[in-house]
């Protein structure tokens, strides 16, 4: 059974930086698929990067040039966010999908103040 445990998040001003990471525990196959998602109150939960284990990325448009999710083993993954907006605040989740199965970490905060 896999599971997620996210660190960072938290309070920065518009412009500054953070950086997210998520480490899994249990199986993780070679076809797995780890990202972010996040949720801002009152809509729906969005992905804004996903990678596999093969280093192909993918980016909401949102956050395209902005933000750099990496993978350093099959088990790690960090999402790296520059020139943060107000938009961008939102709860994060880490997500690992493999073999049809979705898992999900606990949720971090992220609050860009404007």
């Known amino acids: 059974q896999v599971q997620l445990v996210e660190s960072g998040g938290g309070l920065v001003q518009a412009g500054g930086s953070l950086r997210l990471s998520c480490a899994a525990s249990?199986?993780?196959?070679?076809?797995?698929?780890m990202g972010w998602y996040r949720q801002a109150p009152g809509k729906q939960r969005e992905l804004v990067a996903s990678i596999t284990r093969g280093g192909k990325m993918d980016y909401a448009d949102s956050v395209k040039g902005r933000f750099i999710i990496s993978r350093d083993n099959a088990k790690t993954v960090a999402l790296q966010m520059n020139s943060l907006k107000p938009e961008d605040t939102a709860v994060y989740y880490c997500n690992n999908y493999q073999n049809g199965y979705n898992t999900w970490g606990q949720g971090t905060q992220v609050t860009v103040s404007s």
């Open positions: 249990g199986i993780i196959f070679s076809s797995s698929v």
